[in-house]
Antibody, heavy 118, light 109 residues
Framework: QITLKESGPTLVKPTQTLTLTCTFS??????????VGWIRQPPGRALEWLAL???????GYSPSLKSRLTVTKDTSKNQVVLTLTNMDPVDTATYFC??????????WGQGTLVTVSS | QSALTQPRSVSGSPGQSVTISCTGN????????VSWYQQNPGKAPKLMIY???KRPSGVPDRFSGSKSGNTASLTISGLQAEDEADYYC??????????FGGGTKLTVL
């Protein structure tokens, strides 16, 4: 059974760096073809893809946020970490991590709401 | 990389069929890697269709997907009240990147 759970701060100040951790079980990020993605959703708005990391450490980032994003994995801990620098109120959103196999996200975490405010 | 274009809303009566379109460019048109997600309020998205037209185990066969050129479509036949939700398309966009659509709110009348 695959599960994922996001954790991190619920409130960050403008200009700070957000660090979110996705802790998962039921799969290994050292298995060929497996990846973990990050997706966010501002309140009342659409899903926005942020980043991907694969079993072989290949990575992909949203072109519009690439300069601010970093994604890393710790295979031994079954964790993926996302950092987003220079936070702004427009970055207020629910952040999801999701298991990726092939070209789709088949298992999602419950999401964590991050508010950016001074 | 622009978001894929979806209608903001669609509606249908129980038993009817509705189709949600998803228009992109070289992303949708260049790869057979379109997926569709259903999202209920306050919940995580749920995978409904992957690789344009494949259904995960447990998804009713009332849900089907297709693609023509740069436009993918999700069709829900035999509409049920429980289908009322937001629907998002998503496509592989090359070079380890992904793009989502703007979302469509489905109302069951």
């Amino acid at each position: 059974q695959i599960t994922l759970k996001e954790s991190g701060p619920t409130l960050v100040k403008p200009t700070q760096t957000l660090t979110l951790t996705c802790t998962f079980s039921g799969f290994s990020l050292s298995t060929s073809g497996v990846g973990v993605g990050w997706i966010r959703q501002p309140p009342g708005r659409a899903l926005e893809w942020l980043a991907l990391i694969y079993w072989d450490d290949d990575k992909g980032y949203s072109p519009s946020l690439k300069s601010r994003l970093t994604v890393t994995k710790d295979t031994s801990k079954n964790q993926v970490v996302l950092t987003l620098t220079n936070m702004d109120p427009v970055d207020t959103a629910t952040y999801f991590c999701a298991h990726r196999l092939g070209a789709y996200f088949d298992y999602w975490g419950q999401g964590t709401l991050v508010t950016v405010s001074s | 990389q622009s978001a894929l274009t979806q209608p903001r809303s669609v509606s249908g009566s129980p038993g009817q069929s509705v189709t949600i379109s998803c228009t992109g460019n070289s992303d949708v048109g260049g790869y057979n890697f379109v997926s569709w997600y259903q999202q209920n309020p306050g919940k995580a998205p749920k995978l409904m269709i992957y690789d344009v037209s494949k259904r995960p185990s447990g998804v009713p066969d009332r849900f089907s997907g297709s693609k023509s050129g740069n436009t993918a479509s999700l069709t829900i036949s035999g509409l049920q009240a429980e289908d009322e939700a937001d629907y998002y398309c998503c496509s592989f966009a090359g070079s380890y990147t992904v793009v989502f659509g703007g979302g469509t709110k489905l109302t069951v009348l």
